[in-house]
């Protein structure tokens, strides 16, 4: 990989390898953009295949976190750190402080947060020897109720365009995953009158949802069929791909879960079977909202209320892919290019 043309192709700013013999650390940060202020993206730490792989994760993580915090209206760029090695091996209190002191080295360039196998215990260590880390339990906590709000929000603002109303009484929503986030969704939908379908691959979770919120249970693999109105994946990546593009009868796909798109075509091909999709680091922004209120000394109140504007980010992605006859896909990049270019005219 020629990692110079790679990050002048896609303008990133640093990479930086970190390494201590005598913990074994092997990390590596990533700074994309500090156009719009310091970057801000998590740790994770994960047993790569090769060196390689985890190069190309970082870069492509903390890219996504440009876009992320830009399309959010936060006031912070892109970064992401990786830690290369099996967590139940690596992971230790030495280590994360040498880590620790990278970030610090930075000078507030780059601020950490929680990610894969990195936990708010991981991240309390490395505050430990740095200030710059967001996702304390103690202050930001869990993001998971912030981040189904805003998905909450996300989806009224679609219902909004495709129905012409807000009104979820006569809707039928198809809920994949009833996780952290998933289930806190269903119950603002359940709230708002909405009828449920669920679906998870843990049958407690759904038990909880037909008992307690009415809902009707299918199967797995039956969820992306469903006569429905809106589809919410709230499970894992890459449910939108070559096996289940032509199955979905929904109007709107909008949900939490990251990376849904196999591959980016499949924006286009939404589009073009008149399915609204609404991008998902535009939808599940609550997350990084609500972290980066700690920044500002935690106000639960005023996260709630950035969240709320999910509502509103989602209207103007709608707009600008109605008006230039694009995928909201590609109107999200470019809401977000957009912010940072007027940005980068006023410095
Ligand atoms: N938690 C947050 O604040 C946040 C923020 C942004 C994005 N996300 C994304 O949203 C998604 C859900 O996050 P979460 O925090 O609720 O995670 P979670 O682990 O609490 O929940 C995921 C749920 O999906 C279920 N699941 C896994 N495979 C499934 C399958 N094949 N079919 C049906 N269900 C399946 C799991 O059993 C679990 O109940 C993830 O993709 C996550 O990356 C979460």
New binding site residues.
Partial sequence: MKIFDYLKERDYEQLIFCQDRDTGLKAIICIHDTTLGPALGGLRIWDYESEEEAIVDVLRLARGMTYKNAAAGLDFGGGKAVILGDPAKVKNKELLHVFGKYVDSLGGRYITAEDMNSTTEDIACINEVTDFVVGLKEKSGN??PI?AFGVYKGILAAVNEVYGNLDLTDKVIAV???????YALCEYLHKAGAQLYV????EK?VTRAVKTLNASAVA?NEIYGLACDIFAP????AVINADTVDLFQCKIIAG???NQLADEKYGEILMEKGILYIPDYVI?SG?VINVSEEMKGYNKENAMVRAAAIYDSVTKIIEISKKDQISTRIAADRMAEARIALEKKAK
């Fill in positions: 993001p998971s981040t994949q995953g009833l996780g952290m986030v998933g679906t998870d691959i843990d979770k797995p709230c499970a894992m990546g939490s879960a990251n599940n997350g």
